[in-house]
């Protein structure tokens, strides 16, 4: 796959098509996907060209679910106030959906990451953290969002626990 800028996500969905996402050479986030085992790629999607940090993807694989099949992407926005944000996919990566902000942070810190968890019921959970605005950038606390109707409405705490940074080393 051709410029690609990293910070790759991997995702199934229902029909066993891999859905891959990356930032891109310019600003944003675009997906691929490979109905044969990642043997080969399609061209790109566009899920956003708005800059970002750290973007995950998930499917939901529960057949009980009302999104069954449906695939997530999360990230937050490099824009002040750096809201998290998501797009999603009901076609397999063919297409992906108006961007929507799940948060609205204050602009004192800044946003790092997002996390997406699917549940079987269809209920979707983000995390993200929260730094300091100076050198270290050390992560202030943790946010989290739930929605039950896939993404259309969304319940937020900005802060669900504090922290003094993430330490050690990821193994």
């Known amino acids: 796959i051709n410029d690609h800028r990293g910070n790759p996500g991997i995702a199934i969905d229902k029909e066993g098509r ?43 694989g529960s057949s009980s679910s009302n999104y069954y099949g449906r695939t997530y992407a999360v990230w937050t926005a490099s824009a002040s106030p750096m809201p998290v944000t998501f797009s999603y996919t009901d076609n397999g990566g063919q297409s992906w959906s108006t961007i929507r902000q799940i948060n609205s942070p204050s602009a004192d810190r800044i946003g790092k990451g997002g996390d997406i968890v699917l549940m079987n019921n269809g209920n979707v959970y983000v995390t993200w953290a929260r730094a300091i605005k100076t050198s270290p950038f050390t992560e202030d606390y943790v946010g989290f969002g739930s929605s039950s109707d896939g993404g259309a409405t969304w319940s937020v705490r900005e802060n669900i626990f504090d922290m003094n940074g993430v330490t050690g080393q990821i193994t």
Request: no cysteine.
């Open 18 to 60: 891999f859905i891959i996402s990356r930032l891109g050479v310019s600003p944003g986030l675009y997906s691929h996907y490979s109905t044969n085992y990642g043997l080969t790629w399609s061209s790109f999607k566009t899920v956003t060209t708005e800059d970002l940090y750290k973007a995950s993807i998930a499917s939901d």
